[in-house]
C-alpha cells in the first residue's frame, strides 16, 4: 500500500472551552469525538501513524467510514462502501484489537449498528454474485458472522431501529456496485432506492417506502425524539442543474403512508455526507454546496449556514458537532444559530461520519 494513502483513524478527546475567532458558547460536557480520515489537514495522503494534539491515532488497512462506539472503551469502524475488512480498536489503548475479513463474496457499505440485545452487530452487505442487500449479524465479541437476512433492495447503506429489537429501519440506495468495476455505479439507469422497515428478528419485511424521483439515492438516517425519520439523499443526477436544485431530505413521519420531500433548498449540489437529529431540527452536512443545511422535524427548511466541505455530524441532543473535509472541526449553537471552530487539535481530512465515544 502507497504510504501517501495509509489511512488512520483519529480519537480525539476536545476541550469545548477555546474556539478560534474568539468566540464562545456553552456546548456542555466536553465529548470524545471519533472520526476515521484520510489526509492531513484537509489534504489527501496521511503520514502514517499522527498523533493529534489532544488524543491518538490509529493505523487502519483502507479507508474507514462509520464507527459504532462500543463498552469498555472500544469501537467498531467499518470499511467504506465496497471495502471487505471489519475492524474493532480499543480508543483508550489506542491500540486494533481484531481485523476480520468478509465472505469472498460478500462486501461492506460503511455502517453498522449495535443489536438490542447487546451481544450483536448488524452491518449493511452485498451479495456479490446476486448483487442483492443484505444485513449480516455478528458477535460483537468475536466478530464471527452469525447469520444474514435481506435488506429488500441493492446498495444498502445506513440502518437503525425505530424501535430497538423490533422494527429495523434501512436506506437501500439503489446503486449496484461489485468489487470487479471498483465505485463504479452500475445501474443509474434503472436504479430503485427504497427505505425498508423490517421485522425483528424474524427479518420479515414491514413495509418499504420510495421516492418518485429515482435518481435520488436514500442514504442516510436520524431519529428524531418525536419518532420521525430524516432521510439524507445523495442525488445521481447526470446534469449540472439538477443537482444544483435537488433534494437532500426526505421525512417519514409516524404513521405516515408515504415519505414527504422537506422544503427545497437550492444550491445544496445534491450531496448529503451525514445526517443528525438534533433537538427540533435534522441537520445535513452538504459538503459539495459547502452549507450546513437545517430544517425543523416537519419539513420545513431553516436558513442553511456556511461550512467549508462539511462532513460528519454528531448530537447528544443538547450540543452538536460538525467535522470538515477541509480540516476543521465545530460545534453548533441551536440558540443563536452560529458555527464556530474549535480550537486545540491536528486538522485533519475527516471521512462523513462522526461519532460520540460512550
Not at 449553537?333 to 487539535?345: D, M, S
Request: net charge neutral; proline share 5%; hydrophobic share 40%.
Amino acid at each position: 500500500m502507497n504510504r501517501r494513502h495509509f489511512l488512520l483513524l483519529s480519537v480525539l478527546a476536545l476541550p469545548l472551552a477555546g474556539f478560534a475567532h474568539g468566540r464562545k458558547a456553552d456546548f456542555g460536557v466536553s465529548p470524545r469525538l471519533l472520526s476515521a480520515y484520510w489526509g492531513d489537514d484537509g489534504q489527501e495522503g496521511g503520514q502514517g501513524l499522527a498523533l493529534p494534539q489532544r488524543g491518538a491515532s490509529i493505523a487502519l488497512p483502507g479507508r474507514g467510514h462509520a464507527i459504532v462506539p462500543l463498552p469498555d472503551g472500544e469501537a467498531l469502524v467499518v470499511s467504506r462502501r465496497l471495502g471487505s475488512w471489519l475492524a474493532k480498536i480499543s480508543w483508550r489503548d489506542q491500540q486494533l484489537l481484531q481485523l476480520v475479513d468478509a465472505a469472498p463474496d460478500r462486501h461492506f457499505f460503511g455502517h453498522a449498528l449495535r443489536g438490542a440485545d447487546g451481544d450483536t452487530l448488524l452491518l449493511t452487505e452485498n451479495n456479490d454474485d446476486s448483487g442483492a442487500g443484505l444485513v449480516g449479524v455478528y458477535d460483537r465479541q468475536n466478530l464471527r458472522k452469525l447469520s444474514e437476512i435481506p435488506s429488500y433492495g441493492i446498495g444498502p447503506h445506513e440502518l437503525l431501529w425505530l424501535s430497538p429489537g423490533k422494527i429495523l429501519a434501512v436506506a437501500n440506495g439503489g446503486i449496484l456496485t461489485l468489487p470487479e468495476s471498483g465505485r463504479t455505479k452500475l445501474n443509474r439507469g434503472s436504479m430503485a432506492p427504497n427505505l425498508s422497515l423490517i421485522e425483528w428478528p424474524s427479518g420479515q419485511l414491514l413495509a418499504q417506502y420510495t421516492l418518485d424521483d429515482k435518481a435520488l439515492s436514500l442514504r442516510h438516517l436520524a431519529l428524531a425524539a418525536d419518532g420521525t425519520l430524516g432521510i439524507a439523499i445523495q442525488a445521481e443526477y447526470l446534469s449540472a442543474a439538477q443537482h444544483r436544485e435537488a433534494p437532500l431530505l426526505a421525512i417519514l413521519h409516524p404513521g405516515a403512508e408515504a415519505l414527504q420531500l422537506a422544503g427545497q433548498k437550492p444550491g445544496l449540489m445534491g450531496y448529503a455526507a451525514s445526517i443528525a437529529a438534533h433537538g427540533n431540527e435534522f441537520l445535513i452536512s452538504a459538503m459539495r454546496g459547502n452549507q450546513l443545511a437545517r430544517w425543523r422535524c416537519d419539513g420545513s427548511a431553516l436558513d442553511s449556514l456556511p461550512l467549508p466541505r462539511p462532513a460528519g455530524i454528531v448530537s447528544d441532543g443538547v450540543s452538536a458537532w460538525i467535522s470538515s473535509e477541509a480540516g476543521g472541526l465545530y460545534g453548533y449553537n441551536q440558540q443563536n444559530q452560529f458555527i464556530i471552530e474549535l480550537a486545540g487539535y491536528t486538522r485533519r481530512k475527516w471521512d462523513n461520519h462522526l461519532s460520540l465515544l460512550i
